[in-house]
């Protein structure tokens, strides 16, 4: 049996940081610009209208229900917005199975949409080389 130990002055939060939020939208505007390198003909433009059309309403649809949440949240709550992003990284992160370090939380969150950006970018590029080079 382990023994868990917590520092008192170490921070516990149960909300994502803004930053992590922040990266998450930079990560799908990089997604949907690298999708767009597919774009070489006009019989796919069509199809990368709509899934660029279902990434901006994620991203909406996330942002009205963060606009809510933030307009409606209990007023006995205390906003975290005076943390750093570092202190946030360095404390505990509240999830349903267990806490977590919030570094791990964040990087948990963004691996898979920064995996599938990075991996169709790197797509795009080779798709880019073999069809000048197949001309």
Known sequence: MSKEVR????LVSDRLHPFVYMAMLGLV???VLSVWD???DGYVDYLLAVVSGFMLMVVAILS???RVWWKNHRPDATRDNS???RDWAAGEFETWP???KGANAAVEILLPIAALALGMTA???VLHF????AM
């Open 123 to 125: 797509f795009g590029i």
């Open 130 to 133: 073999t069809a000048h080079g």
């Open 83 to 85: 943390n750093s992003f």
């Open 29 to 31: 505007l990089w997604l």
């Open 7 to 10: 520092r008192h002055d170490q």
């Open 64 to 66: 009205v229900l963060s």
């Open 98 to 100: 267990g806490p977590l």
């Open 38 to 40: 597919f774009a070489y």
